[in-house]
């Protein structure tokens, strides 16, 4: 059976059955938990997705964790039911590390698995999944006195995720900015930063080296403005067509920028602007385990980035 196996974020099991229900037939769901037939897709609103699912039976939590230790070392378990048995499957299981990440180290690289008791005698586990933290949960050693508010979580995240950071070498736009918590990122990773708002910066981020300040509307910045431009950040509140259409604008230009934009959504889920960010060549959404009801679009150079084994989505 070539099934793939998704896990929803908490609260958005609903957009993610509505999503790939789009583009794959589902046959089971068990919260967080979404089986669905056919290879991985790169689900927007999946916080991990299972790339090589399979059930087994167990004829016991022993047998469990024997099967599991026989493919590998490290699981995380995800349970759907049966709370006590998947618990004691556990504690027969090596302990995976919970410490926090550290910005700007790389992602831990030895394989993690994912598994769940599907009912009393069936084990559903895949050895290899789309995120290598548990659950897909990015927490990080927090900086509580630099940035001005808590949006730098969400940087650092993506950042992390995609492997591939702004250094002294680029020229990045943070649309949006203030109070700065992005420019605040992009600046201590040495990059210039130009940030554009209409309301002002944190005096503290404003003083940061390569840092200036541009008042004024994000929508009416061109990017031929900023020769050298290597990054775009965009944290802007808008309804998320008037994001498409911007975006859809600068891609069509030789000398795009990377890309890094958060989609806020406004009201119910704009599953129309999604399909049509994802159609963007090259594109990819992702649900951050630092996002609320929005999204996170990123556009990286080709060849550039982590590869996250998972096939772009399929054509209409």
Known sequence: MNFTV???????????????????????????????AGPPYPAAFAANI???????????????????????????????????????????????????????????????????????????????????????DYRFDEDKEGPPNRAYLKLWEILTRLGIMPGPDDVCLDLGGSPGGWTWVLAGLGAR?????????????????????????????????????????WDVICYPARLVTFLTRLVARPDCPRLVCTVKFQGETDFSAIAALAAIPGGRLLHLSHNKH??????LRPGEGRDWAIAAPDPD
């Open 50 to 136: 299972w790339l090589e699912p399979a059930f087994s039976p167990m004829a016991s939590i022993s047998d469990a964790a024997k099967t599991l230790k026989a493919v590998q070392r490290n699981w995380a378990c995800v349970p759907v039911g049966h709370f006590r048995r998947a618990a004691l499957v556990v504690a027969k299981l090596p302990k995976v590390s919970a410490r926090p990440l550290i910005f700007g180290e790389p992602l831990p690289t030895s394989p993690l698995g994912a598994f769940t008791l599907w009912d009393e005698g069936t084990l559903l586990f895949s050895p290899k999944t789309s995120e290598p933290v548990p659950d897909g």
């Open 294 to 299: 929005e999204l996170t679009f990123v556009r």
């Open 193 to 233: 930063v130009a940030c554009v708002d209409k309301a002002p910066l944190d005096p503290r981020v404003a003083a940061m080296p390569g840092v200036s300040y541009l008042p004024g509307s994000a929508f009416a910045v061109d990017a031929a403005d900023h020769p050298g431009l290597s990054w775009l950040f």
């Open 6 to 36: 998704y896990q929803a974020p908490h609260g958005l099991l609903p957009d993610l059955t509505r999503e790939l229900g789009a583009v794959r037939e589902i046959t089971a769901v068990r919260a967080p938990l979404v089986v669905a």
